[in-house]
C-alpha cells in the first residue's frame, strides 16, 4: 500500500524559510515522479513543482518559482521542499503526491495527509 | 483566476445526474489527458478519473470522464449522499510547463 508522510509544516514568520519532507513506502520510489500540491484555507488546490525519477526534470509553479526548491533522495525514498522568503499568501496545507509515471508530465495517484505552514507574523 | 474554469457549486437530488464542467485551452485540455480528483471534507484529494475517461480500480461506474476540444466533463449517476464533496480537474499545460487544477465545484446532494 501507498504510503505518503509528510512533516515539516509550522508557524513562520514571512521572509523566514521552511523545509518540508515526505517519507515514501510501499511502491519502488526511484520508478516515479514525486509531487507538491497545497491548499490554501478554504481554498482550492494549487500544483506547486513536481521532480522526475532522477531529478533531471523539475517544475514549478511561476507563484513560487526562484523562491522554492524540489529535491528528493532515492535511497532514503523522501522528497522533500526547500522553502524561502516565504509570504502569508504561502499559508496552506501542503500535500506530497506520488506520480504514475517517470516523468513530471504524468498524473499523480496518490495523496499524503499534509502537512500546514502557516505564514504569519 | 484558475487556468481551467470550473462551476464554483452544483447541486442535484439523490438518484440523479450531475456533470461539472471544466474549461481549459489548447496548450492545457486541447493537447494533454485530464484528471478529476474527489475531495471529501477534511480529507485529502482522491484519483477518480484519469486519460479523460479512465477510472482506477474502485471507483463505482457511476462516475465517468469526457473531453471534447477544450472542454472537460465529469459525470455523477445514481447520485448518493457520500458524492458530495469538491470536485477538481487537472491536466498539465505545455506552455506553463506545470500542471494546472480547475478552481473546484462544490457538489451538494439535496
Known amino acids: 500500500e501507498v504510503q505518503l508522510v509528510e512533516s515539516g509544516g509550522d508557524l513562520v514568520q514571512p521572509g523566514r524559510s521552511l523545509r518540508l519532507s515526505c517519507a515514501a513506502s510501499g511502491f519502488i520510489f526511484d520508478d516515479f515522479a514525486m509531487y507538491w500540491v497545497r491548499q490554501a484555507p478554504g481554498k482550492g488546490l494549487e500544483w506547486v513543482s513536481g521532480i522526475s525519477w532522477n531529478s533531471g526534470s523539475i517544475g514549478y509553479a511561476d507563484s513560487i518559482k526562484g523562491r522554492f526548491t524540489i529535491s528528493r533522495d532515492n535511497a532514503k525514498n523522501s522528497l522533500y521542499l526547500q522553502m524561502n522568503s516565504l509570504r502569508p499568501e504561502d499559508t496552506a496545507l501542503y500535500y506530497c503526491?506520488?506520480?504514475?509515471?517517470?516523468?513530471?508530465?504524468?498524473?499523480?495517484?496518490?495523496w499524503g495527509q499534509g502537512t500546514l505552514v502557516t505564514v504569519s507574523a | 483566476q484558475s487556468v481551467l474554469t470550473q462551476p464554483p457549486s452544483a447541486s442535484e437530488t439523490p438518484g440523479q445526474r450531475v456533470t461539472i464542467s471544466c474549461s481549459g485551452s489548447s496548450s492545457n485540455i486541447g493537447s494533454n489527458f485530464v484528471t478529476w480528483f474527489q475531495q471529501l471534507p477534511g480529507t485529502a484529494p482522491k484519483l477518480l478519473i484519469y486519460?479523460?475517461?479512465e477510472r482506477p480500480s474502485g471507483i463505482p461506474d457511476r462516475f465517468s470522464g469526457s473531453r471534447s476540444g477544450t472542454s472537460a466533463s465529469l459525470a455523477i449517476s445514481g447520485l448518493r449522499s457520500e458524492d458530495e464533496a469538491d470536485y477538481y480537474c487537472a491536466v498539465w499545460d505545455d506552455s506553463l510547463r506545470g500542471w494546472v487544477f480547475g478552481g473546484g465545484t462544490k457538489l451538494t446532494v439535496l
Open positions: 503526491a506520488k506520480g504514475t509515471g517517470s516523468y513530471i508530465k504524468y498524473y499523480f495517484d496518490s
Open positions: 486519460r479523460n475517461n
